[in-house]
């Protein structure tokens, strides 16, 4: 199918000569010799030209004007406009519009031909990215957010809400694995900054002294090793969104900076002497409870509450155990079309087990399980003997540990009756009591960081000493 190309040009013979070259050079040329006609083409019959060739001046109006409404509407598309009297103001004002190309009549049919083919190409690669948007906007809209329960629906319209309006910054709460991070990526996706990048950043990944290259980028020479300018995350989130994982975990310092950031809407490298101007939305996530930090100078105040103006509390699975009804489906499908599974069918018994846990992972802990019973079902029924629920029984895993403790080692069984998670719990669990529940001296003894331990140690909901 070819592709479309809009002429407007009040000039007949022009129009017409113009309509039958690009026809040749297999386009779908449409002409229309007025604005009010180029409007109702594109506005009521929603004509979709992948490139707008324009007269500048018509006998109804400036064509910048269609274009400027044409971009408040969002709709894509290259525009090159043609003048025989264009001035300096009016080519400056096209290309602030975004309009490809501003040439002088008479123009030269190969020359246009060219510059009509590059606009061509630019269109194209516009459209995929505008396609891609709305599926992931369809994909990411409030109703992402499942269940059928009284908090699921709070939380739903409370993202309706936040989506519809241009936020600073914002705070969500909540247990590790309740969905934060789909909360983020709904609330920029279908608000108003969906057009823009989203960038990701987990917080408690990244020691100190890493974190803050990465967030505020850096000048050559700025430290050992920084070799080249490099643009920090905030600059990369420009137009669009900063998501910060694991806020909880980000240096006092570093917190007085990210406040000036969003305070100040400007940013310095690392080494550098200018500050630049960055427009990127911050949402922040912690499974932390950042009052009580606050209380004991663990975390800015200042900072706190100007993240907490927005403020949404992701409710643990363990409280809307109701939307299992709809959240289990979902992911039997999801993990069908992955692995070729035809699982369709779910024993009462084993609704009976998921109502009657707690589920400490939240759902993450559901999605986790569903897709170990779906790889490993044998048929279309959902297995009941890889649910592996009782493993996070934590007097059960602590006899099994006590029976074959030796010296420096912690004995668990491979016999499929615990999980990977709830092995790794154990040992922490046994390498922080045997340390006194000191995390740095743990990672040492571990051979990790104390950052991905802290982390573990979250994930898990353990207690330390520092």
Same mark, same amino acid.
């Given at each position: ?11 007949a013979l022009l129009g017409a000569e113009l309509c039958e070259a690009f026809a040749d ?24 030209? *992948? ?11 400036? !064509? ?139 917080? !408690? ?20 090793? !920084? ?84 403020? *949404? ?34 024993p009462d018994a084993v609704w009976q087990r998921l109502a009657a846990y707690d589920w ?8 986790? *399980? ?5 790889? *490993? ?90």
């Amino acid at each position: 199918m070819p592709d479309v190309l809009l002429v407007i040009e009040d000039e007949a013979l022009l129009g017409a000569e113009l309509c039958e070259a690009f026809a040749d050079a297999g386009w779908d040329s449409v002409l229309a010799r007025t604005l009010g006609e180029a409007e109702r083409l594109l506005f009521e019959r929603n004509l979709e030209p *992948l490139v707008v060739l324009s007269d500048m001046n018509l006998p109804d109006g400036n !064509a910048l004007d269609l274009l400027e409404n044409v971009r408040n509407k969002g709709l894509p598309g290259e525009w090159i406009f043609l003048t025989a009297y264009g001035g300096v103001p009016e080519s400056v004002r096209a290309l602030k519009l975004g309009a490809f190309d501003f040439l002088e009549k008479p123009c030269d049919e190969d020359r246009l031909q060219l510059v009509v083919a590059g606009a061509a190409r630019s269109a194209r690669a516009q459209r995929r990215l505008h396609d891609e948007g709305q599926v992931r906007g369809s994909r990411y809209s409030p109703d992402a957010f499942i269940g059928h329960s009284k908090v699921a629906q709070e939380v739903r319209d409370m993202l309706a809400r936040l989506t519809r309006v241009r936020f600073s910054a914002l705070l969500i709460s909540g247990e590790t694995g309740t969905g934060k991070g789909l909360v983020a990526r709904i609330l920029h996706y279908s608000g108003p900054r969906s057009a823009g990048p989203l960038v990701e950043v987990n917080c !408690a990944a990244l020691p100190r002294e890493l974190m803050e290259a990465e967030l505020f980028g850096h000048e050559a020479g700025a430290f050992t090793g !920084a070799k080249g300018r490099r643009r920090g995350l905030i600059e990369q989130a420009h137009g669009g969104t900063l998501f910060l994982d694991e806020l909880g975990e980000l240096e006092l310092d570093l917190q007085a900076k990210l406040l000036k950031v969003i305070e100040d809407r400007r940013v310095r490298r690392v080494g550098g002497e200018r500050e630049l101007e960055v427009d990127a939305q911050i949402v922040a996530a912690t499974n932390q409870d950042l009052e009580t930090r606050v209380a004991k100078g663990e975390f800015r105040r200042d900072l706190y509450h100007r993240l907490a103006v927005f403020r *949404l509390d992701v409710p643990p699975l363990r409280q809307r155990k109701q939307d299992l009804d709809d959240l289990l489906p979902v992911f039997i499908d999801e993990f069908n079309a992955r692995s070729g599974q035809r699982v369709d069918s779910v024993p009462d018994a084993v609704w009976q087990r998921l109502a009657a846990y707690d589920w400490p992972g939240n759902v993450r802990e559901l999605r986790n *399980l569903v897709e170990r019973c779906v790889l *490993l079902a044998d048929g279309p029924v959902f297995p009941q003997r890889w649910l592996h629920l009782e493993d996070s029984d934590t007097t059960h895993a602590s006899t099994t540990v006590a029976r074959c403790d030796d010296g420096d080692r912690v004995c668990l069984p491979l016999d499929g009756s615990v999980s990977f998670d709830a092995m790794e719990r154990r040992i922490l669990i046994e390498a922080l009591r045997r340390n006194g529940d000191n995390v740095s001296q743990t990672a040492r003894i571990l051979g990790t960081t104390r950052e991905k331990l802290r982390y573990r140690v979250q994930k898990y909901g353990l207690k330390t000493n520092d």
